[in-house]
């Protein structure tokens, strides 16, 4: 993984990129919150299936650059950038979790240089929430604090890491809990850029944003998630021509990355095929 610096106007974007730019490239939107690092086996797998991985940590992230507050529009500019910067013409757009809301206006975006679009466990947020028990607390306490960033100290305390967070995540592997609530392990300050980069992604119609989409698009989504609803993402394929739908029994949110290896082959299955076909042509 080679990682560098982008300026996206006044803000230093820690880019990360694995591969060497020979390869078509995936630009991955992950999640508010998130470090590069945790995309590694994924990047790895990708790889394997010949596709760059691209991505970068977003505002609202831990120790990330720029004003407190973000919005979609900032996101989106900052993937224009970060493609700018590494001279990536064309790409595959790609999010996780909040990652796939902002995915979503970064393929609008570019046009036809957006090779097509994947949704992997989505926040989509049809009923104004990620529709799940633990998605919903979280958007519900970043809205909280937007509203009133008083409000921020006493989040800071009931959501503090006291140990249990392997078994409320349903992870076993405790580095990757420890990057997976890097969040909350920060002071109020942090906290408080983490709640306003995701209530940032809140802002949108998910209807349009979807029935917008020209390009070949996946959606990805397991049923027992409890951070994001599978019926959101079974919703946005609906109203996408020629989407591909994959929900799975089992998995969790973070199968990602407890996972990469299937994640990588599913992507670039679909990856792979939505360049040998055109948009909205029916999946057989």
């Given at each position: 993984?080679r990682t560098?610096?982008?300026?996206?106007?006044?803000v230093?974007?820690?880019v990360?990129?694995?591969?060497?730019?020979?390869q078509?490239?995936v630009?991955?939107?992950?999640a508010v919150?998130?470090?590069?690092?945790l995309?590694?086996g994924?990047g790895?797998h990708?790889?394997?299936h010949?596709?760059?991985?691209?991505t970068?940590e977003?505002?609202?992230?831990p120790?990330?650059?720029?004003p407190?507050r973000a919005t979609?529009?900032?996101?989106?500019?900052?993937?224009?950038?970060?493609?700018r910067?590494?001279?990536?013409?064309r790409a595959h757009?790609?999010?996780?979790c909040t990652g796939a809301?902002?995915?979503l206006?970064?393929?609008h975006a570019?046009?036809?240089?957006?090779?097509?679009?994947?949704?992997?466990?989505?926040a989509?947020?049809?009923?104004?929430?990620?529709?799940a028990r633990l998605g919903?607390?979280v958007?519900?306490?970043c809205?909280?604090?937007s509203?009133?960033?008083?409000?921020?100290g006493?989040?800071?305390?009931?959501?503090?890491?006291r140990?249990?967070?392997?078994?409320v995540?349903?992870?076993?592997?405790?580095?990757l809990?420890r990057?997976?609530?890097r969040?909350?392990?920060?002071?109020?300050?942090?906290?408080?850029r983490?709640a306003y980069g995701?209530?940032?992604?809140?802002?949108?119609?998910?209807v349009?944003?979807?029935?917008r989409?020209?390009?070949p698009?996946?959606?990805v989504a397991?049923?027992?998630?409890e951070m994001v609803?599978?019926r959101h993402?079974r919703r946005?394929?609906?109203?996408v021509?020629g989407a591909?739908?994959?929900?799975?029994p089992?998995?969790?949110?973070y199968?990602?990355f407890t996972d990469p290896a299937?994640?990588?082959?599913?992507?670039?299955?679909f990856m792979?095929g939505?360049?040998a076909?055109?948009?909205?042509?029916?999946?057989?």
């Amino acid at each position: 993984m080679r990682t560098e610096t982008v300026r996206s106007g006044e803000v230093a974007l820690r880019v990360a990129r694995h591969g060497d730019g020979r390869q078509p490239a995936v630009l991955f939107v992950n999640a508010v919150g998130m470090e590069n690092a945790l995309l590694a086996g994924l990047g790895e797998h990708l790889r394997t299936h010949g596709l760059d991985l691209v991505t970068w940590e977003l505002r609202g992230s831990p120790g990330a650059d720029g004003p407190p507050r973000a919005t979609l529009e900032d996101h989106t500019a900052d993937a224009l950038a970060v493609l700018r910067a590494l001279d990536i013409s064309r790409a595959h757009v790609a999010g996780w979790c909040t990652g796939a809301s902002i995915g979503l206006f970064v393929t609008h975006a570019l046009g036809t240089r957006a090779l097509s679009f994947t949704s992997v466990d989505g926040a989509l947020l049809f009923t104004g929430t990620p529709g799940a028990r633990l998605g919903n607390a979280v958007f519900d306490m970043c809205a909280k604090i937007s509203a009133d960033r008083d409000r921020a100290g006493f989040y800071h305390d009931a959501v503090r890491p006291r140990g249990n967070e392997s078994a409320v995540l349903g992870v076993r592997d405790e580095d990757l809990t420890r990057m997976l609530t890097r969040p909350y392990r920060q002071d109020v300050e942090a906290l408080t850029r983490f709640a306003y980069g995701i209530h940032a992604t809140c802002d949108y119609d998910p209807v349009a944003a979807c029935a917008r989409l020209r390009v070949p698009s996946l959606f990805v989504a397991r049923e027992d998630d409890e951070m994001v609803s599978h019926r959101h993402t079974r919703r946005a394929a609906a109203l996408v021509a020629g989407a591909e739908l994959s929900v799975l029994p089992v998995g969790g949110h973070y199968a990602l990355f407890t996972d990469p290896a299937g994640a990588a082959g599913t992507m670039a299955a679909f990856m792979h095929g939505a360049v040998a076909r055109p948009a909205g042509t029916p999946v057989r």
